[in-house]
């Protein structure tokens, strides 16, 4: 009931296409769910972050979208660039705790 | 700019050598993190504190200890790195625990285990 199950492991997009990464939780009290940017011999970087009181969060190409009712998110990147190419992990916590839950990740590749 | 600072940003020891990881931020926040994160894999948490109360994952090796003497600085000791001990591993803080407070994260510390 811990798990955020992530898919696809990897997303291969053209440039200026969509790029669509899913989440999905089963644990109910999951309250905020951030979305990390990793790439090669780096640190996650916040991306995007969403409450379950909205069902879209959109910050310049990236957009969360939230399905409370499915337990499902997702992000978003439209106009795909060769620079987004990274590893993007979703994570769900709960409010007043301090650990995150992690998906296993997706690493993307956008083709020039 | 850089907020969470880990040092070094390689480090190669040898099999059974203890070694020490160091992170430091400029954000007074409350909470650090250590994580481990293995090729193409989620980050791991092993501890955090918060404020100098410390907390251990369950599944943590013994192997594996943290300081944190004052709020800017934390360390990672391996006291007997074994092979499998081979992987990045990340400092993060947050101001408080949860209420929608993101985790910042450093650049990490690549170990290597000869």
């Known amino acids: 009931q811990q798990q955020v199950k992530q898919s696809p492991q990897s997303l291969i997009v053209q440039k200026g296409g969509i790029s669509i990464i899913n989440c999905a939780y089963e644990?109910?009290?999951?309250?905020?769910f951030p979305w990390y940017q990793q790439f090669p011999g780096k640190g996650p970087a916040l991306l995007i972050a969403?409450?379950?009181?909205?069902s879209e969060k959109k910050e310049g190409r990236f957009t969360i979208s939230f399905n409370k009712s499915a337990k499902q998110f997702s992000l978003h990147i439209m106009d795909s660039q060769p620079g987004d190419s990274a590893t993007y992990f979703c994570a769900a916590s709960m409010a007043g705790t301090y650990k995150y839950i992690f998906g296993t990740g997706t690493r993307l590749k956008v083709l020039a | 700019d850089a907020m969470v600072i880990q040092n070094p940003r390689y480090q190669v020891t040898q099999f059974g050598k203890p070694v020490t990881l160091s992170c430091s931020q400029t954000?007074?926040?409350?909470?650090m993190y250590w994580y481990q994160q293995k090729s193409s894999q989620a980050p791991k948490l092993l501890f955090h504190?918060?404020?100098?109360?410390?907390?251990n994952e369950a599944d943590t090796p013994d192997n594996f200890q943290s300081r944190r003497p004052n709020t800017s600085f934390c360390f990672l000791d391996i006291r007997s790195p074994g092979l499998g001990d081979a992987a990045m591993y990340l400092c993060a803080t947050s101001p408080q625990f949860g209420f929608y407070q993101p985790q910042h994260f450093g650049d990490g510390t690549r170990l290597s285990i000869l």
């Open positions: 969403i409450r379950p009181d909205v």
């Open positions: 504190y918060y404020d100098k109360d410390f907390n």
């Open positions: 644990n109910t009290a999951f309250d905020y």
């Open positions: 954000l007074n926040h409350n909470v």
